[in-house]
């Protein structure tokens, strides 16, 4: 066996380099709209007090509400859209970023037209009074009216990071809230208009963002399309149910808990809340946005049935979401008293509860990353009625159940204390159903899958040296020779491997760093597929090869496209990927 194949760096580097490009992009731009959140209810709990800190926990369930609608939308639909792209299918996924696209018009502005018949009554619904309730009222009004900016923006922003740009997504979050950050001193502080103002901030930066990504368009691959089925955007919303599910669970979450809240503590209860529910989500959707990182890794490598990848992806999103919680519980524990103050939140009396509260949300944030991590990974490989059974246990039953119980018994802080104990419960209950059912069917895949165990491909990762030419070729002949391939086809490969390592090495990496490149052989009938992948800049050498004038340095290339079945190129996950078939 080759030394070069055991390497773990080498072995790891695709998975890796991925994680890189995607990961902090990703968690930024899905962070933005929590930190949007915490934006506002520090700066309305700072120049309007209890009443403004307050309005923001009313209004919470309609971000959720929006949230959850986008999720439903974009989730499942941006998942198969990397499914179909890595499979070559990019027909079909076209067809799935039209139909989201007009699936969140046609709702959103459904939502802007009944906007202002509905808010009032779900206003006092939710229970708020006095100041609190003006101000929710001119909050949710003008976020609502808003719904199409809104939703739009964030199914773009979802599918861009998708599209190979996370860098796009992070800079238009970044355009959002710096904007949202600036309105808001001057429309609030300055201005004095109140809750409307910081509403209006949140518009003014979405469409800046909007504005931002259409300019951008011609970047990326997604493209409108007039051939649309509008199955597939029910194939789509399936996909998207579990993190609907968990949103809309969370605003039902929210509602009740600030109706207990009302009952037992009074107006600071829901003060309280919200300043926790700020800090607990904006803690929560960083590691949320580490889950939607992987999501077009775990998804791109499913669809290519490449196990290897797909495990190593699924364990790294477990050990990230762990890092991320476990950091950020620790900032809450030990500063708990500054968090509460930043809040405006002074007295005296209210301030050991929160603090109290917090403590127990920096736990549950723990419990929590593991749900989301294993909810995700199963949502991606189309489990989606066990992601959604995870996400309703952990969201509706167990959560609403607990706070319920605790609250009436502990109030505001028993309130945290019931929902880490709900995601404790959840956690359990997870590992108790996954378990059954791969006893029940020992193909059903656990949150963490199993080894590849296909003997009948041949994986290298390999440093770009050209002295490792020779190594490669010897090992693509033995492999061809354990499984009966004729050896005209392995020359063809071998042929094919050293024209696209050479234009890698000489033309594509313009870094002294270190880079692998990746090959792929796989016996399938009387068939042999030879997929490389390497991170080089864009280049298919196929269009190349569409030029009818004859380049010596293409010669190869000419051949294994004369005399190869099939060949293909994409630019999937930010690396050049030929698959060929001979």
Not at 378 to 392: A, E, G, P, R
Request: with cysteine; aromatic share 12%.
């Amino acid at each position: 066996m080759l030394s070069f194949m055991h390497k773990d760096k080498g072995q790891n580097y695709i998975v890796n380099t991925a994680v890189k490009r995607y990961l902090w992009p990703t968690v930024f731009s899905v962070a933005s709209v929590p930190i949007a959140q915490f934006i506002d209810a520090v700066i309305l709990g700072n120049f309007l007090g209890e009443s403004g800190l307050g309005a923001v926990s009313v209004v919470a369930p309609v971000f959720l509400i929006l949230d959850a609608i986008q999720s439903l939308l974009s989730s499942g639909a941006s998942t198969q859209y990397s499914i179909y792209m890595s499979r070559g299918k990019n027909k079909e996924a076209h067809e799935v970023f039209t139909l989201a696209l007009i699936a969140a018009f046609i709702v959103s502005l459904f939502i802007c037209v009944i906007a202002p018949f509905m808010v009032p009554a779900l206003v006092d619904l939710l229970g708020a009074e006095g100041d609190c309730k003006i101000w929710s009222t001119q909050y949710a009004t003008i976020l609502l009216m808003g719904a199409p900016l809104l939703l739009i923006t964030r199914l773009m922003a979802e599918f861009i990071q998708n599209d190979n740009e996370p860098g796009t997504s992070m800079r238009g979050a970044l355009i959002t809230n710096v904007t949202n950050v600036l309105l808001d001193l001057v429309f609030v502080g300055l201005f004095g208009w109140g809750a409307s103002g910081s509403a209006y901030a949140l518009l003014c930066g979405s469409l800046i963002t909007f504005i931002y990504y259409l300019v951008t368009y011609k970047r990326r691959q997604a493209r409108l399309t007039r051939e649309i089925k509008i199955s597939k955007l029910w194939s789509a919303l399936k996909q998207g149910l579990p993190p609907f599910s968990l949103l809309i669970g969370s605003a039902l979450t929210t509602f009740i808990s600030n109706y207990v809240l009302l009952k037992y503590v009074g107006v600071s209860g829901i003060a309280l809340n919200s300043a926790v529910n700020s800090i607990f989500c904006m803690a929560q959707y960083f590691f949320i946005g580490s889950s939607q990182s992987m999501r077009p890794l775990i998804a791109t490598f499913f669809g290519e049935g490449d196990a290897v990848r797909h495990r190593k992806s699924a364990l790294l999103m477990l050990r990230i979401n762990l890092s991320i919680s476990i950091v950020f519980g620790t900032i809450i524990i030990f500063f708990a008293k500054t968090l509460a103050q930043i809040f405006g939140i002074t007295d005296l009396d209210l301030l050991p509860d929160i603090v109290m509260a917090l403590r127990f949300a920096a736990i549950a944030l723990i419990f929590d990353s593991v749900i989301f991590m294993i909810s995700y990974y199963y949502q991606v490989i189309q489990k989606n009625l066990l992601s959604t059974m995870i996400v309703i246990m952990r969201s509706i039953v167990a959560n609403i159940s607990c706070i319920i119980i605790f609250t009436s018994l502990y109030g505001a802080v028993g309130l945290w204390f019931g929902r880490m104990s709900s995601f404790i419960i959840t956690l359990i209950f997870t590992f108790i159903i996954s378990f059954c059912l791969r006893e029940k069917d020992k193909s059903y895949p656990l949150f963490i899958p199993k080894k590849n165990t296909d003997f009948n491909e041949f994986r290298l990762s390999i440093k770009n040296e050209k002295s490792m030419l020779t190594d490669i070729f010897e090992g693509v002949i033995k492999f061809g020779e354990e499984h009966n391939v004729e050896k005209n086809k392995l020359t063809f490969i071998n042929i094919l491997i050293e024209e696209i390592f050479t234009n890698t090495c000489n033309h594509g990496i313009k870094d002294s760093n270190e880079h692998y490149i990746e090959v792929l052989i796989k016996v399938e009938n009387d068939l042999v597929m030879a997929r490389i992948r390497d991170d080089g800049i864009p280049f298919n050498p196929l269009e190349v090869l569409v030029s009818e004038e004859i380049d010596e340095n293409r010669l190869g290339l000419r051949i294994v496209k004369c005399l190869s079945k099939t060949q293909k190129y994409d630019r999937i996950l930010s690396f050049n990927n030929l698959i060929v078939t001979v």
